[in-house]
């Protein structure tokens, strides 16, 4: 059984070489993220698995791939990945949901936080007053408490379910939009659940944590954000296109909501051009939420155990596409 890899983040793939050596596989590796279809076609017809992370699976490239019987993403988002035409070809498809939820919700957490505080303005403030010697705290004000505030959170799964509970404790009404939850799931959550609608409405920090789908691409845009309260704020860190970022940073200026985090972007890294970089009362961070060494390791060790599943015989742990 023959292994590839179509592209990957890591340093290198050296302890995945030697799990498959372990194994009896063939394992082959490649940097094919910026490269034309006949050459991926060329270097993976002959691959029995493939695990890849951000090429485009295409139902051309799929069609291409008569030894696939398994393709794994490296991740939780599969947009990138033509679902039917994976079925259509009789190639199970498996992704990686759970590896870095905590992460994920971490960092929402924190962006939220660093928003409510005003954390990287007081920097700005503290070298201005710094330099005059006098504090002048007019960019800074007004701040204010989170206790009795409302959070919303778009998406109420893995990762949106952890900012919940990891936020009970500290003094929020917390509310959850999600209509694919079950009437379990949602008492099982213990939070308030509303429409999209009121979600938008009574949110002070809204956080965005959906799957990218046609139905979510967008959902926050214009007419959402009139919605909002002048002092509400918006994270996201699910995927870019969840957030239409002309109108998000036409809301900014205009004073419409009162800041904004947003760490995923449409065109990844973002063109120096993005309007958001101009803007004082949104943070950006390098798509950095699921980042962290034990995110790493998981992420690593789940795939390896889904090809070592299949080459058993058994399926992968979360499969999308039978």
């Given at each position: ?305 889904d090809i070592l599943r299949h080459h058993r015989g058994e399926p992968a742990k979360f499969i999308v596409s039978k």
């Amino acid at each position: 059984m023959k292994v590839a890899v179509t592209d990957y983040i890591e340093d290198n793939l050296d302890w995945e070489a030697q799990e498959m050596a372990k194994a009896g596989l063939e394992f082959a590796t490649f940097q094919l993220k910026f490269k034309p279809e006949a050459e991926v076609v060329a270097l993976l017809k002959d691959a029995d698995v493939i695990v890849v992370n951000m090429v485009k699976m295409t139902p051309s490239l799929l069609a291409q791939l008569p030894n696939c019987k398994l393709l794994i993403r490296h991740g939780i988002g599969y947009d990138n990945v033509d679902v039917a035409a994976c079925k259509a070809n009789g190639i199970c498809f498996a992704y990686q949901p759970d590896y870095c939820a905590d992460d994920v919700a971490e960092h929402a957490i924190a962006l939220i936080f660093a928003l409510v505080r005003k954390v990287v303005e007081s920097r700005k403030t503290l070298e201005a007053s710094s330099a005059s010697g006098q504090w002048d705290f007019s960019r800074l004000f007004p701040l204010y408490r989170m206790d009795g505030k409302t959070l919303g959170i778009l998406g109420v799964g893995r990762i949106g379910s952890r900012v919940a509970r990891k936020l009970q404790s500290f003094g929020l009404r917390i509310l959850g939009c999600d209509p694919y939850l079950s009437a379990a799931r949602k008492a099982e959550l213990g939070i308030e659940f509303v429409d999209q609608d009121t979600l938008f409405r009574q949110s002070d920090y809204l956080t965005v944590h959906t799957l990218l789908t046609p139905e979510t691409k967008h959902i926050v845009n214009a007419t959402s954000l009139a919605k909002m309260k002048q002092t509400a704020v918006l994270v996201n860190t699910s995927r870019g296109p969840m957030v239409d970022c002309d109108a998000l940073a036409e809301a900014l200026k205009r004073g419409v909501i009162a800041g904004a985090a947003i760490d995923v972007f449409d065109v990844e890294p973002p063109p120096p051009s993005l309007p958001l970089f101009a803007l004082p009362n949104c943070i950006l961070t390098p798509h950095t939420g699921w980042a962290s060494v034990e995110s790493g390791w998981h992420i690593r060790k789940s795939i390896v155990d889904d090809i070592l599943r299949h080459h058993r015989g058994e399926p992968a742990k979360f499969i999308v596409s039978k």
